[in-house]
């Protein structure tokens, strides 16, 4: 006996439901600017530092112990008054700021000391497509999409300002959002401009015009 192939008007509700479904997991997937920007903010909370970073080293009541700005070296260590190299690369902040306040202790009492990240030199960000300059750009604390755009020259005349693409590769899994700059330059979704974290893509696709 034949088997029975289910009628048109019963497979086309069947049909609509699979893909309202999998547009619902494609908007799932897709990460919010909210969600980004908590993750970036806590990633740069446990900033690890590196070659090449600028820091400021502030002991309270001791300019002489205080430096402004030092340069991680290669080797990953700075030069601290009083305690020659101290490690930095591999230390967050307050690690390097325990580590100091701990050797500082055999010379000052009760130090306070601050660590600041002044310029990050040994992370980047990439920026491709429609810019004045492609490539890698150094990471700068606290830098934000629009940050990125202006240090690659803004914008080339076929630029697709209205899509263009973050990329955070080292999200598990790696997350893509989608920047509108000409809403957010008229005060629309104004948190669309996320803090950024090193690695990050952000790829300016061309405008292709409606007659291509």
């Known amino acids: 006996m034949a088997s029975r192939v289910p009628s048109l008007p019963f497979l086309l509700p069947l049909a609509a439901a699979l893909v309202l479904s999998g547009c619902a997991e494609t908007l799932r997937e897709q990460p919010s600017a909210s969600q980004l920007e908590e993750n970036a903010a806590a990633a740069q909370a446990e900033y690890v530092i590196g070659a090449n970073d600028m820091l400021q080293i502030n002991v309270w009541k001791e300019p002489e112990l205080s430096l402004q700005s030092v340069e991680v070296r290669l080797d990953g260590k700075i030069s601290v008054p009083l305690l020659d190299d101290v490690q930095a690369a591999g230390l967050t902040p307050t690690q390097l700021k325990?580590?100091?306040t701990e050797r500082l202790k055999e010379f000052v009492t009760a130090p306070q000391v601050t660590v600041i990240v002044m310029r990050v030199g040994s992370k980047t960000v990439y920026v491709m497509g429609e810019v004045a300059r492609e490539g890698a750009i150094p990471m700068q604390p606290h830098m934000r999409v629009l940050d990125a755009l202006?240090?690659?020259g803004g914008f080339t005349a076929f630029a697709g300002k209205r899509r263009v693409k973050i990329i955070r590769p080292?999200?598990?899994?790696?997350?893509?959002?989608?920047?509108?700059?000409?809403?957010?330059?008229?005060?629309?979704?104004v948190d669309q401009n996320i803090l950024l974290l090193p690695g990050d893509q952000i790829i300016v696709p061309e405008e292709r015009p409606f007659w291509r």
């Open 98 to 100: 325990d580590a100091i």
């Open 150 to 152: 202006a240090i690659s």
């Open 170 to 189: 080292q999200s598990s899994p790696p997350a893509e959002f989608t920047f509108d700059y000409d809403s957010f330059v008229d005060g629309q979704n």
